[in-house]
């Protein structure tokens, strides 16, 4: 191996076990595709899928959330999952997959899904573009800290799954754990959800536990209140909602 090789090989050397790396970051870093081939060939990478590459080790979850940022608009962790990462875990159970959100119909690759519990789904719960979600924001203060919903956030996104992937009675255990969400948030959040059934279930539950922001909440005039009774078949039965 010549010095210029070597010095790149340190350059990879210094990234964390299990960080994954695309070819275009690895092209930052002075290394081509023959060389990461070679690297992984040696040992130093491991090949993790086409144009993908990791340092050995098992695969960092923030690291691979950043990479699935960068391929799948509007991408980040929500629901149930953002809740818990958030520490409201009141009723979420901690076997529950890793729930990602995102703007258009995807897979997960198998690079991904392999290693992680995980499921995607496509979700336009806003007004809003992909580049510009509301009440999301970097999870920590890292460098790569994935895209996840703010508890508000996450707490509208898991009560729009009630019906087909989400029951009503664990719905409501979650959100007696609610007491410290912001209205403020909730409410631009509210203004801009597209969901009736969403907004009625946040604004019945909310009264129904005496949350602190429920006065706040009716006192708006949401746009999705909508008119009318809504109605959905749950698994627990009939759901209405007026």
């Not at 098992?58 to 990462?85: F, M």
Request: net charge neutral; with cysteine; proline share 7%.
């Amino acid at each position: 191996m010549d010095k210029k090789s070597g010095n790149y090989l340190n350059e990879v050397t210094l990234l964390p076990a299990g960080y994954p790396v695309t070819l275009a970051h690895l092209r930052d870093l002075g290394v081509s595709e023959d060389l990461a081939g070679h690297y992984a060939r040696s040992g130093w990478l491991t090949r993790v899928a086409q144009g993908l590459y990791a340092r050995p080790g098992p695969l960092d979850l923030h690291a691979s959330l950043k990479i699935l940022e960068a391929r799948l608009p509007g991408c980040h962790v929500g629901g149930r999952t953002a809740l818990a990462w958030h520490g409201i875990q009141h009723f979420v159970r901690p076997e529950s997959p890793l729930e990602l959100f995102g703007w258009d119909s995807a897979r997960l690759p198998d690079w991904f899904a392999k290693p992680f519990a995980a499921v995607y789904r496509r979700k336009r719960l806003f007004d809003e573009i992909p580049e510009s979600l509301v009440a999301v924001g970097g999870f920590g203060d890292a460098k790569m800290a994935p895209l996840a919903s703010d508890p508000e956030r996450g707490l509208l996104e898991m009560l729009s799954e009630v019906g087909p992937r989400q029951s009503l009675v664990e719905a409501r255990a979650i959100m007696e754990g609610a007491y410290g969400m912001r209205a403020e948030v909730l409410l631009t959040l509210l203004e801009h959800c597209t969901s009736v059934k969403t907004v009625r279930l946040c604004l019945l539950l909310s009264r129904e536990l005496r949350l602190p922001f429920a006065d706040a909440l009716f006192a708006a005039d949401l746009p999705a209140k909508g008119k009318g009774a809504w109605v959905s078949k749950t698994p627990e039965g009939w759901l209405v909602l007026k």
